[in-house]
């Protein structure tokens, strides 16, 4: 709810701050006292248009904040921390407007687009009135109010995707399929080649480096043989030496057993370089095969698009768009029986969700029309009108348009809502709406803006009937010009005009029955307050305290 609005220079209003209750709360004044200001105030703080035309004269910039409360599990916390936002259970939005038109929008004092500021705004606000009705006046909104009034929960959506899934699935299959047909004999070709190519996996690195190697094999095996000659003579100058040794006897043993070590060391020395020399003279490991692979190598990855160690998987690519060349009317059949299967059971939760949408547009309808006569509304029709869409625009929803429909004079053809209906019509048909739909919709507040414009008498006394049961579940914020209406608040406050030269807005806060009495007189016999009207409405407020008892603590 609503808890808190602050003002600073906007038109007449230089500082003020109301403090809002929950139930049905009354802004009451003469015209022009400024109570429109307060609710463009609030639209600003709710990501409305800007204007610089709002900052009073005088100031540099006109700031309004609105500060709301919210249960935990309210989506606006959801789209807060969708976009990173912290909160602590108190949501406080907030708009500059400076002397030059540039605006700043702040949702708990961190910088947010105007964008995100209304769609925070219209979690928490609806306003009802003669210019605003929100999403009401909006068709594609009234698909999911009445979704939401039904309390249907189905599983479309996933529906859809699967659906949408396996059509994009045989599509792709199909352009594949389409394509592999204009390109199979190049397709059998290249693989046929790949295949007597038969390239290996890691095979160019291994080419490279034996590539090196045989570069630089005459230097090595030179190098090889020269050691080798070397140490051969070394070890033939061991076995001499031991010879020499054996004959003196035991005072050489310890030099023997070094000597002989070292002999077999520079054994295994000389049997490594015959390894490797081996090694180098093996068959097909010459420069001139190698080079001549690589080569081969390379003008198939050229021809296929692809790098030489992509070859092995580009020949596994070439398998399978033949493959699927081969099994192709398969694959179509298996992947077009999945797509009718998905359609069938998105068209059966499609039926099933549109049997109770109409069940519960009928019973709309029904709640409606006897809501309408005693707004002044009995000649006047509301419909909910269900059509089947054609089935290029179904989507994760179903496939019904669902639109609210009125004709406001007997034998008219219903239409729109905001064609059909003046200003005052409107906002009487959102009411009834909303009476019957209270607990459709996320918004904790609901403003309503001349909802009694052009009516009185037991008219406005419905309608603040009306106001009055819908703010058992709702804040309701009711700007009005009706006695009627404003006897019911729990709430009341009266917008004024004060000053000569600098006439300024103040909203005052109406305490205990007799200032309330007061201004419900003032309504009802204009300047001049008369006994009478003082009389009327002190019944009029006994009336209500009657009705909902003295200890509920609503009226005052």
Same mark, same amino acid.
């Given at each position: 709810?609503?808890?808190?609005?602050?003002?600073?220079?906007?038109?007449?209003?230089? @500082?003020?701050?109301?403090?809002?209750?929950?139930?049905?709360?009354?802004?009451?004044?003469?015209?022009?006292?400024?109570?429109?200001?307060?609710?463009?105030?609030?639209?600003?703080?709710?990501?409305?248009?800007?204007?610089?035309?709002?900052?009073?004269?005088?100031?540099?910039?006109?700031? =309004?904040?609105?500060?709301?409360?919210?249960?935990?599990?309210?989506?606006?916390?959801?789209?807060?921390?969708?976009?990173?936002?912290?909160?602590?259970?108190?949501?406080?939005?907030?708009?500059?407007?400076?002397?030059?038109?540039? /605006?700043?929008?702040?949702?708990?004092?961190?910088?947010?687009? !105007?964008?995100?500021?209304?769609?925070?705004?219209?979690?928490?606000?609806?306003?009802?009135?003669?210019?605003?009705?929100?999403?009401?006046?909006?068709?594609?909104?009234?698909?999911?109010?009445?979704?939401? *009034?039904?309390?249907?929960?189905?599983?479309?959506?996933?529906?859809?995707?699967?659906?949408?899934?396996?059509?994009?699935?045989?599509?792709?299959?199909?352009?594949?399929?389409?394509?592999?047909? !204009?390109?199979?004999? *190049?397709?059998? %070709?290249?693989?046929?080649?790949?295949?007597?190519?038969?390239?290996?996996?890691?095979?160019?690195?291994?080419?490279?480096?034996?590539?090196?190697?045989?570069?630089?094999?005459?230097?090595?095996?030179?190098? &090889?043989?020269?050691?080798?000659?070397?140490?051969?003579?070394?070890?033939?100058?061991?076995?001499?030496?031991?010879?020499?040794?054996?004959? /003196?006897?035991?005072? %050489?043993?310890?030099?023997?057993?070094?000597?002989?070590?070292?002999?077999?060391?520079?054994?295994?020395?000389?049997?490594?370089? $015959?390894?490797?020399?081996?090694?180098?003279?093996?068959?097909?490991?010459?420069?001139?095969?190698?080079?001549?692979?690589?080569?081969?190598? @390379?003008?198939?990855?050229?021809?296929?698009?692809?790098?030489?160690?992509?070859?092995?998987?580009?020949?596994?690519?070439?398998?399978?768009?033949?493959?699927?060349?081969?099994?192709?009317?398969? !694959?179509?059949?298996?992947?077009?029986?999945?797509?009718?299967?998905?359609?069938?059971?998105?068209?059966?939760?499609?039926?099933?969700? /549109?049997?109770?949408?109409?069940?519960?547009?009928?019973?709309?309808?029904?709640?409606?029309?006897?809501?309408?006569?005693?707004?002044?509304?009995?000649?006047?029709?509301?419909?909910?009108?269900?059509?089947?869409?054609?089935?290029?625009?179904?989507?994760?929803?179903?496939?019904?348009?669902?639109?609210?429909?009125?004709?406001?004079?007997?034998?008219?053809?219903?239409?729109?809502?905001?064609?059909?209906?003046?200003?005052? $019509?409107?906002?009487?048909?959102?009411?009834?709406?909303?009476?019957?739909?209270?607990?459709?919709?996320?918004?904790?507040?609901?403003?309503?803006?001349?909802?009694?414009?052009?009516?009185?008498?037991?008219?406005?006394?419905?309608?603040?009937?009306?106001?009055?049961?819908?703010?058992?579940?709702?804040? =309701?914020? !009711? =700007?009005?010009?009706?006695?009627?209406?404003?006897?019911?608040?729990?709430?009341?406050?009266?917008?004024?005009?004060?000053?000569?030269?600098? =006439?300024?807005?103040?909203?005052?806060?109406?305490?205990?029955?007799?200032?309330?009495?007061?201004?419900?007189?003032?309504?009802? /016999?204009?300047?001049?307050?008369?006994?009478?009207?003082?009389?009327?409405?002190?019944? &009029?407020?006994?009336?209500?305290?009657?009705?909902?008892?003295?200890?509920?603590?609503?009226?005052?």
């Amino acid at each position: 709810m609503l808890a808190r609005l602050s003002i600073h220079n906007v038109v007449l209003i230089e @500082k003020l701050v109301i403090e809002f209750r929950a139930g049905l709360c009354a802004l009451t004044g003469e015209t022009g006292a400024g109570k429109s200001i307060l609710l463009d105030s609030l639209g600003l703080a709710l990501g409305g248009r800007s204007d610089a035309g709002l900052v009073r004269k005088g100031a540099d910039q006109a700031i =309004v904040s609105a500060e709301f409360h919210a249960p935990q599990d309210h989506p606006v916390f959801a789209l807060l921390d969708e976009q990173g936002l912290t909160h602590e259970g108190v949501l406080v939005l907030r708009r500059v407007i400076s002397r030059d038109g540039r /605006s700043r929008a702040f949702v708990n004092d961190q910088s947010v687009s !105007v964008g995100l500021l209304k769609s925070v705004g219209d979690t928490l606000v609806e306003i009802h009135g003669q210019f605003e009705t929100q999403g009401l006046l909006n068709p594609a909104t009234h698909r999911a109010l009445l979704d939401d *009034y039904a309390g249907l929960s189905h599983r479309l959506p996933t529906l859809w995707g699967e659906w949408r899934n396996a059509r994009d699935e045989l599509e792709a299959a199909r352009a594949g399929v389409e394509k592999a047909r !204009v390109d199979e004999a *190049y397709l059998r %070709a290249a693989l046929e080649d790949i295949d007597e190519l038969a390239p290996r996996a890691g095979e160019e690195e291994a080419l490279t480096t034996l590539r090196d190697r045989l570069m630089r094999r005459e230097q090595i095996v030179e190098n &090889l043989n020269a050691a080798h000659a070397a140490f051969t003579e070394a070890e033939s100058a061991i076995i001499s030496g031991l010879r020499a040794l054996d004959r /003196s006897g035991d005072d %050489a043993r310890e030099i023997v057993t070094l000597s002989e070590g070292a002999s077999a060391q520079i054994g295994e020395a000389l049997a490594g370089i $015959e390894a490797i020399s081996a090694d180098l003279e093996e068959g097909g490991h010459d420069l001139q095969t190698v080079d001549d692979r690589l080569f081969a190598l @390379k003008g198939q990855a050229r021809k296929l698009g692809c790098l030489i160690e992509e070859l092995p998987e580009k020949r596994d690519e070439l398998a399978r768009q033949l493959n699927l060349i081969e099994r192709m009317d398969d !694959v179509l059949a298996e992947l077009e029986g999945k797509v009718f299967s998905a359609r069938k059971a998105f068209v059966a939760e499609a039926e099933w969700v /549109s049997e109770g949408r109409k069940a519960a547009a009928e019973r709309l309808d029904r709640l409606v029309a006897m809501e309408l006569p005693p707004l002044k509304l009995d000649k006047a029709r509301f419909s909910t009108s269900i059509e089947r869409k054609d089935e290029s625009e179904w989507g994760p929803e179903g496939f019904d348009r669902v639109r609210f429909l009125v004709a406001t004079n007997p034998g008219a053809e219903p239409g729109p809502l905001g064609k059909i209906a003046s200003g005052g $019509e409107m906002a009487r048909f959102m009411l009834a709406l909303k009476v019957i739909m209270a607990e459709v919709g996320t918004a904790g507040s609901l403003i309503f803006d001349e909802v009694d414009s052009g009516i009185g008498g037991s008219t406005a006394d419905a309608v603040g009937e009306r106001l009055a049961r819908l703010a058992a579940a709702r804040q =309701v914020l !009711v =700007v009005t010009h009706s006695p009627q209406v404003a006897a019911r608040a729990g709430s009341h406050w009266i917008v004024m005009k004060s000053g000569q030269d600098d =006439v300024t807005t103040t909203v005052i806060h109406l305490e205990g029955s007799r200032t309330r009495r007061e201004e419900i007189a003032r309504m009802l /016999s204009g300047a001049t307050i008369t006994d009478e009207a003082r009389a009327a409405a002190g019944k &009029l407020l006994e009336a209500e305290e009657t009705l909902h008892g003295s200890g509920t603590g609503q009226l005052r």
